[in-house]
């Protein structure tokens, strides 16, 4: 079955851009397109869509408070959010990863890695690990976040520090490969340590796996 997909940005041209892109694709399908968030969160209910490409900047309600509502809604856990931004003036990106999105891209990407991203989207994995994004990761996920929860002691104090090292690894932006080969493991064990790590400490996916770390104090930026 292809990956079903909501559009979701204020900007028709935008909209009917992606539209045509994604739907060349005999892997991906376009189920709805959304003009703002609380449309996006209704589309996202009716439809059931794998990935939701969110806009953050739209009138009305915006992307940030339609990634929470999706984020938060048990009946759509499996839906991953990928927000659209434009990467170096949008500092809602941590909040976005804070909220439970699973990555970002800019609106200035190419096409192929906006394809490659919905599809690494859906597949559970986040768009955190190009080495590219490293440093706006890092910028981002140090400052502080309005409303965010610091993770409790005892959920960090149960990683082993095999998991603590993965997870650093992760957080600074090293791909699932990248991580084995420096720590000479299969990539299926370093999957599996990070499967760990997100469950011990709550996390939704890696995209949210990273940014606890962060706000836990497990990462620190350099």
Not at 77 to 103: N, W
Not at 191 to 202: D, P, S, Y
């Amino acid at each position: 079955m292809p990956i079903r997909v909501l559009i979701v940005d204020d900007q028709a041209l935008l909209r009917a851009t992606f539209r045509v892109l994604i739907d060349s694709c005999d892997d991906l399908e376009v189920v709805a397109e959304a003009a703002d968030g609380k449309q996006a969160v209704e589309l996202a209910r009716a439809h059931r869509p794998d990935v939701v490409l969110m806009d953050i900047r739209m009138p009305g309600t915006d992307g940030l408070a339609a990634t929470e509502a999706i984020c938060n809604d048990r009946d759509l856990k499996d839906i991953r959010v990928l927000v659209l931004t434009t990467f170096q003036s949008d500092e809602h990106v941590a909040q976005a990863l804070h909220l439970g999105a699973s990555g970002f891209l800019g609106k200035n990407t190419t096409a192929d890695a906006l394809l490659d991203g919905i599809r690494t989207i859906a597949a559970g994995d986040a768009l955190l690990s190009p080495t590219a994004t490293r440093s706006l990761i890092t910028h981002f996920l140090s400052a502080s976040v309005a409303g965010s929860e610091s993770v409790p002691p005892e959920q960090v104090a149960a990683l082993t520090p095999r998991e603590r090292e993965v997870v650093s690894l992760a957080a600074d932006g090293k791909s699932n490969t990248e991580i084995a080969d420096k720590l000479f493991l299969s990539v299926l064990t370093v999957r599996t340590h990070l499967q760990h790590a997100r469950t011990k400490l709550g996390a939704r996916d890696r995209a949210q796996l990273v940014a606890l770390a962060y706000q836990s104090g497990l990462v620190r930026t350099r």
